[in-house]
């Protein structure tokens, strides 16, 4: 992960930066499902009983992903490495938020157990002596796949943001724009 010093402070900084008011209640709630251990959606448990962080982060611009992909010959027996960007500024122009595949169901295969996101943020920071290695996505929809066979998607809501851990991350995701349907 390649470090950008950037917001310091959680509760404030990187809320703003972003553009995230609802960043805080997002943080709680992750770290209930990372420190919960049954079944229940940590979603569903109030706020108030969620765990509170306001200490420091590190923010990342990107991080590198080792993954392997068998129709990938080009790589030494198919495994393959990639750069995932979120560059607020890609040189002195427009932002640069790469896409990938989130392991949302590991019993599913194929794309069936994967979901598609735009990574806005790397960070990590430490509670209870743990480090957590987070990724701030917004979420894609599917459609599931078109006559050609490619999976169709489009952007959820702009409330659909998520933090989750970065041992989620499948591997970057090319998206190809639709021409016409």
Same mark, same amino acid.
């Given at each position: 992960?390649?470090?950008?010093?950037?917001a310091?402070?959680m509760?404030?900084?990187?809320a703003?930066e972003l553009?995230i %008011?609802?960043?805080?209640d997002?943080?709680?709630?992750?770290?209930q499902s990372?420190l919960?251990?049954?079944? *229940?959606?940590?979603? =569903?448990a109030?706020?108030d009983?969620?765990?509170?962080y306001d200490?420091?982060? @590190?923010?990342?611009?990107?991080? +590198?992903s080792m993954?392997? #992909?068998? +129709?990938?010959? +080009?790589?030494?027996h $198919?495994?393959?490495h990639?750069h /995932? *960007?979120?560059?607020?500024?890609?040189r002195?122009e427009? %932002?640069c938020y790469?896409c990938?595949f989130?392991?949302?169901?590991? @019993?599913?295969?194929?794309?069936?157990g994967l979901?598609?996101?735009?990574?806005?943020?790397?960070? +990590?920071?430490? *509670?209870? $002596?743990?480090?957590? %290695?987070?990724v /701030?996505?917004h979420w894609?929809? @599917?459609? $599931?796949?078109?006559?050609?066979g490619?999976w169709?998607i @489009?952007m959820?809501? #702009?409330? =659909? &943001?998520?933090? &989750?851990? /970065?041992?989620? &991350?499948?591997?970057?995701a090319?998206?190809i724009?639709?021409?016409?349907?």
């Amino acid at each position: 992960i390649t470090e950008h010093m950037h917001a310091r402070n959680m509760r404030r900084d990187l809320a703003i930066e972003l553009n995230i %008011p609802q960043f805080h209640d997002i943080l709680q709630c992750f770290l209930q499902s990372q420190l919960q251990h049954d079944d *229940h959606d940590p979603e =569903d448990a109030p706020l108030d009983e969620c765990p509170f962080y306001d200490g420091s982060v @590190h923010v990342y611009n990107s991080a +590198s992903s080792m993954f392997y #992909a068998p +129709s990938d010959v +080009s790589g030494l027996h $198919g495994m393959c490495h990639k750069h /995932i *960007h979120c560059f607020p500024t890609w040189r002195n122009e427009g %932002p640069c938020y790469d896409c990938v595949f989130v392991v949302t169901n590991p @019993h599913m295969k194929g794309m069936l157990g994967l979901d598609v996101a735009c990574v806005l943020c790397f960070f +990590s920071f430490k *509670h209870l $002596g743990t480090e957590y %290695p987070c990724v /701030i996505i917004h979420w894609f929809d @599917h459609d $599931g796949p078109n006559n050609t066979g490619m999976w169709v998607i @489009h952007m959820c809501n #702009a409330q =659909d &943001i998520a933090i &989750i851990h /970065i041992n989620t &991350i499948y591997c970057a995701a090319q998206l190809i724009p639709v021409y016409a349907l």
